[in-house]
């Protein structure tokens, strides 16, 4: 017998339904916010005295008084943990030193399988550091390790609202696997850390530790499950240090480059060698503000984009990855990413997926008292049709109150031939009584030749506490809104959404979390006729295993202004649309050899029919190697005609130790008939210094296609003054 979905109607009352019964539900009490920090008091000592090999054996670490009174944040949240953790701190007057004894009742469950600097350790045990250094309960320093000494670090800003893993700091670290459980010796130079010299006397400290073979999460100074590592105005103290030096404050890193290519696909039939280089500079101007100049820079190095299926009239987004645009990123942070940002690095140096090359940049990064400052300028060159063109922004933020903060961002592009384009904007993210978030945003944009209705608006109201999540948002972005610098999905509309989810523990069950949520969106065009709608209600169980599911309901409608070429040959007429879908989403746990992460997605489709899939699977055949095959597919019949996409990625990771490692990505994509491998081997031979071998080679699988091929050495080396 077949069931009729319900009536859009009907799914936007029930789901309205859901959202306002997890904004009125009755009242819950929430755990009391911790009043008094713990604190832990640093040692000094002399320079020497301590040999960073994993073993806590000094007679210096038994100077420092330990600290312990970890307590849970999963699976029950204030209860101590379930094994014990001591932590020591020393320092002299160039290095902070962090040992940490991590007791457990069954050493041979320890999980450690990951060398790979900057890699996930989430699936393994781990140790991991928050320093906020100027004590201003917003931004910190964060360092993560694991049982074989994988090394981990990242840039936190404003709690978390930006995260900068692609920062690489100087610092060391060893562990090893005892008969009591692990051991940590870490070192962090001061020169690694910012800071001001006249007011050394607390700095902010979290630590954390993960217990994977339970997924429990403790940490030192507790936090409930609205919060996470990167809330640092919940961090504990750190007291005692004195005297301590920031250390240099000049960093040179050049580098050279070496190689052959043959790219048929723009007319480069011959192969040629290539030779190059370039340096990086980095100069202190202040413990607060930090000055970096780039000259030719190169990318050789920058792991290649995944492929993506697109079935939207909509562009998609790719994430930065290049080492300059991404340290320093979060003194940049506008807008909503992945929909409306008006500073998008990657507008810089790519066009049309090809490397328009950087003659000169330079960045200005950092705090100046209440004040963080983000200045860039970066000059291209002429490349085919590109011009020569300056790209410049300013980005300034100011916190106010406890938790919150102002600020004002403008942006130009000036190419030498062809109109200039400019945005300027404001914003606002608020935070009142622990739970309750405010953000809001204005943009302009001024392009050469174009007047009027170039503005872009945005309110977001959140409720956040550990058992409820409710949001409404609106978005206003006008007609000709043209940030050049930036990225928009979608112009011309008017978004507004209402999204409520409430979570639930029950006790002594194999579940450790299980939510409802419901969403309603409702899209309209400037003159406010409904040109789009969603109504979502879902439901998700999360067990103690680390096993994951969740299933929805989604109904959408879709008004097309044009005709919409969804593929060659195929079009679907403009007109209005209703359609809806079941989604299906299970994923295991990561920490296991074999790990999948599986959804499925069936419905109607612009008065046809689509199947999806996305599946990817974790795969550990030893100890260091990953193999992660995966799969996306679109199977999508409509009265117009029928297409089959798949996008097959496969990403192999092999680490021959904690400074060396290789790395190949493999992919296909039928859509769009290319094939394309990146291979990077990388050696750090000492700290900030690296080589790379690289090799590129992408391939047009339609009959008689080119393939484009590179293979590159790349030498940096680091020098500190």
């Known amino acids: 017998m077949m069931i009729s979905p319900p009536s859009d109607t009907r799914v ?71 094994e014990r953790t001591e932590v020591r701190i020393l320092y002299d007057r160039e290095n902070l030193y962090i040992g940490a004894m991590l007791y ?29 250094t100027y004590h201003d309960h917003r931004n910190g320093f964060f360092f993560e390790t694991n049982p074989v000494g994988a090394r981990a670090e990242a840039i936190v800003f404003d709690e978390g609202r930006e995260l900068n893993f692609d920062w690489d700091g100087i610092w060391w670290v060893e562990s090893r696997i005892t008969d009591e459980g692990w051991q940590v010796e870490m070192r962090i130079p001061f020169s690694t850390l910012r800071f001001d010299r006249e007011r050394i006397e607390t700095w902010g400290l979290q630590m954390r530790r993960l217990i994977r073979r339970k997924n429990e999460e403790v940490y030192w100074s507790g936090i409930h499950l609205d919060a996470s590592m990167w809330r640092v105005s919940l961090a504990g103290h750190l007291t005692g240090l004195e005297d301590i030096r920031p250390g240099r404050n000049i960093e040179i890193k050049p580098y050279i480059l070496s190689g052959v290519e043959r790219v048929p696909s ?18 202190a101007l202040t413990p607060h503000l930090t000055l970096d100049l780039t000259v030719n820079t190169d ?17 998609l987004f790719f994430p930065e990855k290049r080492e300059f645009f991404l340290e320093g990123s979060g003194f940049f942070e506008f807008g909503l990413r992945a929909r409306l940002q008006p500073f998008f690095s ?28 983000g200045v860039l300028s970066v000059e291209t060159r002429k490349k085919g049709d590109e011009p020569r063109t300056n790209y410049s922004v300013v980005r300034i933020k100011r916190d106010i109150l406890d938790r919150s903060k102002i600020g004002f961002i403008a942006i130009s592009k000036e190419p030498d031939e062809g109109p200039f384009n400019r945005t300027f904007g404001v914003d606002a993210n608020l935070v009142f009584m622990d739970y309750l978030y405010i953000n809001s945003f204005l943009l302009k944009t001024q392009t050469q030749g174009s007047k009027g209705d170039d503005m872009a608006r945005y309110l977001n109201v959140i409720w956040l506490d550990p058992y409820r999540y409710f949001k409404v948002s609106h978005l206003d972005v ?35 979390q299980y939510s409802f949520y419901g969403l309603m969106k409702y899209i309209s065009d400037q003159e406010d ?37 969804i593929r060659p040959g195929i079009t679907i007429p403009e007109g209005g649309y209703s359609f809806h879908s079941l989604y299906v989403r299970l994923s295991t746990d990561r920490r296991r050899r074999v790990s999948a992460w599986m959804a499925f997605e069936r419905g109607s489709y612009y008065d046809g029919d689509r199947v999806s899939y996305d599946w990817s699977f974790n795969l550990r055949p030893t100890r260091y190697l990953r193999v992660s095959p995966g799969l996306k597919r679109e199977e999508v019949d409509l009265p117009w005609g029928s297409f089959t996409a798949n996008l097959v990625n496969t990403t192999i990771e092999y680490t021959i130790s904690t400074k060396a490692f290789l790395n190949a990505l493999l992919q296909w994509n039928d859509d769009m008939e290319e094939a394309s491998v990146n291979l990077r081997f990388n050696y750090q031979y000492r700290p900030g210094s690296d080589i790379y071998v690289v090799y590129n080679e992408r391939r047009d699988t339609f009959e008689g296609g080119f393939v484009d091929r590179a293979l590159v050495v790349k030498l940096t080396y680091l020098w500190s003054f």
Request: glycine share 12%; net charge negative.
């Open 346 to 373: 990657r507008r810089i140096g790519i066009s049309g997926g090809k490397e328009i090359p950087i003659l000169v940049g330079g960045k200005l990064t950092g705090k100046a008292g209440r004040y963080g400052i």
């Open 478 to 512: 006008e007609d000709r809104f043209n940030p050049e610098v930036g990225f928009v999905r979608r112009r011309g509309i008017k978004e507004s959404s209402l999204y409520g989810e409430v979570f639930m523990r029950p006790e002594r069950s194999i579940v450790r």
């Open 299 to 315: 990318f050789a190095q920058v792991e290649a984009d995944e492929l993506k299926i697109n079935i939207t009239r909509f562009p």
């Open 104 to 132: 457990d009742s069954d050493p041979s469950g320890i999980i450690g399988d990951e060398r790979r600097r900057d890699a996930d350790l989430r699936r393994n045990d781990a140790f991991a550091v928050l320093i906020d």
């Open 266 to 283: 723009i007319g480069m039939d011959d192969t040629r060698v290539v030779k190059d280089g370039g340096v990086d500079i980095k100069y």
């Open 529 to 565: 006729m409904v040109i789009g709608r969603n109504g979502d209600i879902g439901f998700t169980l999360t067990f103690h295993s680390g096993e994951d599911f969740r299933i929805a309901y989604k109904r959408e409608f879709d008004r097309l202004d044009f005709d919409f070429d």
């Open 12 to 82: 936007h009352i029930l789901v309205a339904g859901i959202v306002l019964s997890i904004l009125f539900s009755p009242s819950i009490s929430y755990p009391e916010t911790q009043r008094t920090p713990p604190e832990i008091k640093g040692v000094r000592i002399e320079p020497g005295e301590i040999t960073i090999d994993g073993r806590l054996d000094e007679p210096a670490w038994n100077r420092a008084e330990p600290v312990d009174g970890f307590t849970q944040r999963e699976p029950v949240p204030g209860r101590p943990a379930s």
